[in-house]
């Protein structure tokens, strides 16, 4: 790592719903080697090793933040119109109950799977206008945009199905000719058209060419069509039109053969806008179903292979070695609304939980992010054994997009021990910390704790900065002979300078995370030793 220079942009933890962001800085352009503190107190018990306390530039400059990561297109990358036939022969009976309650409950499952910030959706419908009298002549020209693309909230669409009544004629071709001209602003956006029907055309119209026209437009317009409990000849009718519309026609037999077969004309649909937004589905895959089938991950950036639903949880396992700091960055790039007594609630969201490497959760160690698109957040480990960490991606609140995009980033931080930082170096003597010379070192996570050893045989005292402000630590000086504490300073953030005292035969200068466990902070800092003003 000499000469690299690392930022970490770090979420620690979560209180009282705060998301909180860091950022740390690594710098390593020379070293000296430290030997364990013997007989020292540690917080936890760890093998002795060698640590890195990196010199830096007394004129460094003041680190900077990163930039901040690309916002996703948040506009929708297709635009679907659903043709919802309405017609008079929807009222009849189909497994104890109409064609038309079977329709709105797959409309429902439209509204569910598709994202709407990828997907928007507008709903036409025909024959449904009871007022008018029940005749070619009144009945044919009803059809309607009921619910257009720029107002098609997701309570307004399924409030409009709702409200729909089977009644009048089958105008396919007509509505197949407007829905084109529905979707003629949007000819970047793969424009489709979905018709789902249970019978044809009955007002004279030609709807197979009316498909091939709008297929041959030249803005890549497609028709698909759901046919349901179809006669030969209405199926023949309606797959003719799919084929000539440039679309796929699915064959629905039977109440549940609707729902499965829209299934697979949304699964054409969400490929489509993979295809068409690869960046927003970046390497996806599956995780296991527990800790013990997590799937291993090496650094870079993934999404999920399908939607999480609240409650389901997908387990991933990441190699580390010894004082290696792990990063899992999380974005949002969809998230659908629904509504609860009145009140818009979060139906999408993004939450990872850290595991050590025996499966036990690490309490405050996880990342939750709720209707922030486009922001990032994230969450840590620090190993200290170089046994590897898990994590798990789900929440029992919210469902988990698969475009929800995360990061993980594994780089080594140098110092990892608790209060073994400090003592007699490799040569047996006593390693000095140059008055004047600027050192940096780390904070947080797994490592609680740094430990110096100075001979201060004058007045000196220690500077120490913090890159993130807001990190809490102390300062305690222990006489190195003797071990009795000489002097502690506590309720210090961000930066400070603190008096050395004198001591013969030399001081242990321990340096403590100071916040609350559930933040689980983590910082680089900067510190010197120079003679007292």
Same mark, same amino acid.
Request: include cysteine; proline fraction near 7%.
């Given at each position: 790592?000499?000469?690299?220079?690392?930022?970490?942009?770090?979420?620690?933890?979560?209180?009282?719903?705060?998301l909180?962001?860091?950022?740390?800085?690594?710098?390593?352009?020379?070293?000296?080697?430290?030997a364990?503190?013997?007989?020292?107190?540690?917080?936890?018990?760890?093998?002795?090793?060698?640590?890195?306390?990196?010199?830096?530039?007394?004129?460094?400059?003041?680190?900077?933040?990163?930039?901040?990561?690309?916002?996703?297109?948040?506009?929708?990358?297709?635009?679907?119109?659903?043709?919802?036939?309405?017609?008079?022969?929807m009222?009849?009976?189909?497994?104890?109950?109409?064609?038309?309650?079977?329709a709105?409950?797959?409309?429902?499952?439209?509204l569910?799977?598709?994202?709407?910030?990828?997907?928007?959706?507008?709903?036409?419908?025909?024959?449904?206008?009871t007022?008018?009298p029940?005749?070619?002549?009144?009945?044919?020209?009803?059809?309607?945009? @009921?619910?257009?693309f /720029? *107002? #098609?909230? +997701?309570?307004?669409?399924?409030?409009?199905?709702? $409200?729909?009544?089977?009644? !009048?004629y089958?105008?396919?071709?007509?509505?197949?000719?407007?829905a084109?001209?529905?979707?003629?602003?949007?000819?970047?956006?793969?424009?489709?058209?979905?018709?789902?029907?249970?019978?044809?055309?009955?007002?004279?119209?030609?709807?197979?060419?009316?498909?091939?026209?709008?297929?041959?437009?030249?803005?890549?317009?497609r028709?698909?069509?759901?046919?349901f409990?179809?006669?030969?000849?209405?199926?023949?009718?309606?797959k003719?039109?799919a084929?000539a519309?440039c679309?796929?026609?699915?064959?629905?037999?039977?109440?549940?053969?609707?729902?499965?077969?829209?299934?697979?004309? @949304?699964?054409?649909? /969400? *490929? #489509?806008? +993979?295809?068409a937004?690869?960046?927003?589905?970046? $390497?996806?895959?599956?995780? !296991?179903?527990?800790?013990?089938?997590?799937?291993?991950?090496?650094?870079?950036?993934?999404t999920?292979k399908?939607?999480?639903?609240?409650?389901e949880y997908?387990?991933?396992f990441?190699?580390?070695?010894?004082?290696?700091?792990?990063?899992?960055?999380?974005?949002?790039?969809?998230?659908g609304?629904?509504?609860?007594?009145?009140?818009?609630?979060?139906?999408?969201?993004?939450?990872?939980?850290?595991?050590?490497a025996?499966?036990?959760p690490?309490k405050?160690r996880?990342a939750?992010?709720?209707?922030?698109?486009?922001?990032?957040?994230?969450?840590?480990?620090?190993?200290?054994?170089?046994?590897?960490?898990?994590? #798990?991606?789900?929440?029992?609140?919210?469902?988990?997009?698969?475009?929800?995009?995360?990061?993980l980033?594994?780089?080594?931080?140098?110092?990892?021990y608790?209060?073994?930082?400090?003592?007699?170096?490799?040569?047996?003597?006593s390693?000095?910390?140059?008055?004047?010379?600027?050192?940096?070192s780390?904070?947080?996570?797994?490592?609680r704790?740094?430990?110096?050893h100075?001979?201060?045989?004058?007045?000196?005292?220690?500077s120490?900065?913090?890159?993130?402000?807001?990190?809490?630590?102390?300062?305690?000086?222990?006489?190195?002979?003797?071990g009795?504490?000489?002097?502690?300073?506590?309720?210090?953030?961000?930066?400070?300078?603190?008096?050395?005292?004198?001591?013969?035969?030399?001081?242990?200068?321990k340096?403590?995370?100071n916040?609350?466990?559930?933040?689980?902070?983590?910082?680089s800092?900067v510190?010197?030793?120079?003679?007292?003003?």
């Amino acid at each position: 790592m000499d000469g690299e220079i690392t930022t970490y942009l770090q979420f620690t933890g979560r209180r009282l719903g705060a998301l909180r962001y860091f950022f740390m800085l690594l710098l390593a352009p020379l070293m000296f080697c430290v030997a364990p503190v013997e007989g020292f107190a540690s917080d936890m018990d760890t093998p002795s090793s060698l640590i890195k306390v990196v010199p830096l530039p007394l004129d460094a400059a003041e680190p900077e933040a990163p930039p901040p990561a690309p916002r996703p297109d948040n506009q929708p990358v297709l635009y679907m119109e659903v043709i919802l036939d309405s017609s008079g022969s929807m009222a009849q009976q189909l497994e104890g109950r109409s064609k038309m309650a079977w329709a709105k409950e797959a409309f429902d499952a439209i509204l569910k799977r598709l994202d709407q910030q990828n997907v928007a959706l507008a709903l036409r419908a025909y024959g449904f206008d009871t007022s008018l009298p029940k005749t070619p002549e009144a009945s044919c020209p009803n059809t309607e945009l @009921l619910t257009p693309f /720029e *107002d #098609a909230s +997701r309570q307004a669409l399924s409030r409009t199905v709702q $409200n729909l009544h089977p009644y !009048g004629y089958t105008p396919i071709a007509d509505s197949l000719r407007l829905a084109g001209d529905d979707l003629k602003p949007h000819p970047g956006k793969l424009p489709r058209i979905l018709l789902i029907s249970d019978g044809e055309e009955t007002c004279g119209g030609d709807p197979a060419a009316v498909a091939k026209a709008l297929c041959e437009q030249g803005i890549a317009m497609r028709v698909d069509v759901v046919g349901f409990d179809l006669d030969a000849k209405s199926r023949d009718q309606l797959k003719a039109v799919a084929e000539a519309g440039c679309g796929q026609y699915f064959d629905a037999k039977n109440a549940s053969g609707l729902l499965e077969q829209l299934q697979l004309a @949304l699964d054409e649909v /969400e *490929d #489509a806008v +993979r295809a068409a937004a690869p960046e927003r589905f970046s $390497n996806p895959v599956d995780g !296991g179903g527990s800790i013990a089938t997590a799937q291993t991950l090496k650094p870079g950036v993934y999404t999920l292979k399908k939607d999480l639903p609240k409650g389901e949880y997908r387990y991933f396992f990441v190699p580390a070695r010894k004082g290696e700091h792990a990063v899992i960055r999380s974005n949002i790039q969809t998230y659908g609304d629904g509504r609860k007594q009145g009140n818009a609630v979060l139906e999408a969201g993004f939450s990872a939980h850290v595991f050590t490497a025996n499966g036990e959760p690490i309490k405050g160690r996880s990342a939750l992010m709720r209707k922030t698109r486009g922001k990032n957040l994230s969450t840590g480990f620090m190993d200290i054994e170089g046994r590897g960490f898990y994590f #798990a991606i789900g929440d029992n609140y919210v469902a988990v997009h698969r475009d929800a995009q995360f990061e993980l980033v594994v780089e080594q931080a140098g110092d990892m021990y608790e209060a073994m930082e400090a003592g007699e170096s490799p040569d047996g003597g006593s390693m000095q910390l140059p008055a004047g010379e600027q050192f940096a070192s780390h904070l947080g996570l797994e490592d609680r704790a740094d430990t110096y050893h100075y001979n201060a045989t004058t007045p000196a005292e220690l500077s120490i900065k913090f890159t993130d402000p807001s990190f809490r630590f102390k300062v305690e000086t222990l006489d190195a002979a003797s071990g009795k504490r000489l002097a502690r300073h506590v309720k210090l953030t961000g930066s400070a300078t603190v008096p050395l005292p004198v001591a013969p035969g030399g001081l242990y200068i321990k340096v403590r995370d100071n916040n609350p466990r559930l933040y689980n902070m983590f910082s680089s800092y900067v510190f010197s030793v120079t003679p007292a003003q």
